[in-house]
């Protein structure tokens, strides 16, 4: 499995600049939510399930992780329909897990998803008593919709209030340059964990 940190870097600098670049360039009227839904859904898959939904590209293709959307709705169907997309996720985990179980001792795969954690720790409590399948399906659902709308939420707030204080966002423009020794019209760069734990004022304003 590809380191998590990685992904996530990947999927900022590959995904979401991409995006965000196209859309810029077009000039086109761009719905953060959505934009950030769909970077913290693929983000939260890869931490769940070591897979890329890929539901963050230029096109922005529908998806039929969209009925995630709509579970806020009460309609019994759309209850229906996500236990169905979590009842396929779910068998796919399973065969990616049994394959990788096959391997010789030579071949051995690093198996370290957040599901598969839940997994080991649910037969420890339980034992032979439980029913992993029903449980970890149900964390899964849970999951998906938590770490997709938390995250996305609350980017999706910080980008609309910096775009009412100006003066707010000057001073996050300035501390970045600062910090990663910009100079003034020099073009943006990617920051490390490191230089972000020093991004103080950034932090304030998260």
């Known amino acids: 499995m590809v380191a998590l940190p990685y992904r996530i870097i990947n999927n900022v600098e590959k995904k979401l600049m991409s995006v965000l670049e196209f859309m810029s360039e077009r000039g086109s009227v761009t719905d953060l939510q959505s934009i950030f839904q769909r970077l913290t859904f693929d983000g939260t898959m890869s931490l769940l399930l070591d897979i890329d939904p890929e539901t963050l590209t230029v096109d922005l293709p529908h998806s039929k992780f969209a009925v995630l959307n709509r579970l806020k709705v009460g309609n019994k169907k759309h209850f ?42 649910y037969k420890v409590e339980t034992g032979s008593s439980g029913n ?75």
Request: proline residues 2%; glycine residues 6%; charged residues 35%.
């Open 80 to 121: 229906v329909d996500a236990f169905k997309l979590s009842d396929e996720l779910f068998y796919k985990f399973k065969l990616g897990k049994r394959e990788k179980e096959t391997k010789t001792n030579d071949e051995k795969v690093e198996d370290l998803t957040l599901l598969t954690g839940y997994m080991r720790e």
């Open 132 to 206: 992993p399948d029903k449980f970890i399906k149900d964390t899964l659902l849970n999951l998906m919709v938590a770490g997709r709308d938390t995250t996305s939420s609350v980017l999706t707030s910080f980008f609309y209030l910096l775009d009412k204080n100006p003066v707010a966002e000057s001073k996050i423009r300035e501390e970045i340059r600062e910090q990663l020794g910009m100079k003034e019209g020099e073009e943006w760069k990617q920051f490390s964990a490191n230089e972000l734990g020093n991004l103080v004022y950034l932090h304030a304003a998260l």
